[in-house]
């Protein structure tokens, strides 16, 4: 089974903090994303990235960047943390392979992230 | 860019009863894959169904089928025998190729005892 792991399930910061949160698949996937879900929104894409060192700004990049310097591991940065950043970030990867189960994504469990 | 709508912010459903979600999307493109995700509370996301674009036939996985409608852009699922289980935020989601995910904005379903 491909397991997708966040570090944290839940965190608490300080405005203006510099935060990490990691994002780790151990199926050799050669695609990684970040979401991030708040209510009525669904999820909206951060970033992603189709390889190691390759990265990709999606549909809200403001305020946050990425790491990717593993195949396996990519991380999400937030450079100095603000209160509209408290939401549920979540991760995904994929595989290029065109199998019985191709372009499916993969989520980790999520880490919830507050601001004060 | 694709576009993704759930137009049903919540519903309900009593036990063993069948509910349908409902999903439309905009695309120009004629190959690409759709996909229903389930998020119970507090749990991981994971993969109800997928359809091919190019099939027509609609796909079906145990108790959860869809209604694929390509003319139409209408995806939606059916879900049949409710159970207390199957209680989650429900995700619509579109893709093309090797790009990511275009999700809709979720249906909360509940199920009544």
């Known amino acids: 089974d491909v397991k997708v792991t966040q570090s944290s399930r839940y965190l608490v910061k300080r405005t203006g903090e510099k935060v990490f949160l990691e994002c780790v698949q151990d199926?050799?996937?050669?695609?990684m994303f970040w979401y991030r879900q708040d209510p009525g929104l669904g999820l909206r894409l951060i970033y992603f990235?189709?390889?190691?060192?390759?990265?990709e700004k999606g549909d809200i990049p403001e305020g946050y960047s990425v790491s990717r310097e593993k195949k396996e591991r990519f991380s999400l940065i937030l450079e100095s943390a603000s209160t509209n950043q408290t939401s549920m970030y979540l991760c995904?990867?994929?595989?290029?392979?065109?199998?019985?189960?191709?372009?499916?994504?993969?989520f980790g469990p999520g880490t919830r992230l507050t601001v004060t | 860019a694709q576009t993704v709508t759930q137009s049903q912010p919540e519903m309900s459903v009593q036990e063993a009863e069948t509910v349908t979600l409902s999903c439309t999307y905009d695309?120009?493109?004629?190959?690409?894959?759709l996909f229903w995700y389930k998020q119970p509370p507090s749990r991981q996301m994971i993969l109800v169904i997928r359809?091919?674009?190019?099939?027509?036939q609609n796909a079906t996985e145990n108790r959860f089928s869809v209604n694929f409608q390509k003319a139409a852009k209408s995806f939606s699922l059916k879900i049949s025998d409710s159970q207390l289980g199957d209680a989650a935020m429900y995700f619509c989601a579109y893709r093309r190729g090797n790009t990511p995910l275009v999700f809709g904005k979720g249906t909360r379903l509940s199920v009544i005892a």
């Open positions: 359809q091919e674009a190019y099939k027509q």
């Open positions: 695309t120009s493109e004629s190959d690409y894959y």
């Open positions: 199926m050799d996937h050669e695609n």
């Open positions: 990235s189709y390889d190691v060192k390759m990265k």
């Open positions: 995904a990867s994929s595989s290029i392979s065109q199998g019985e189960w191709s372009y499916e994504q993969y």
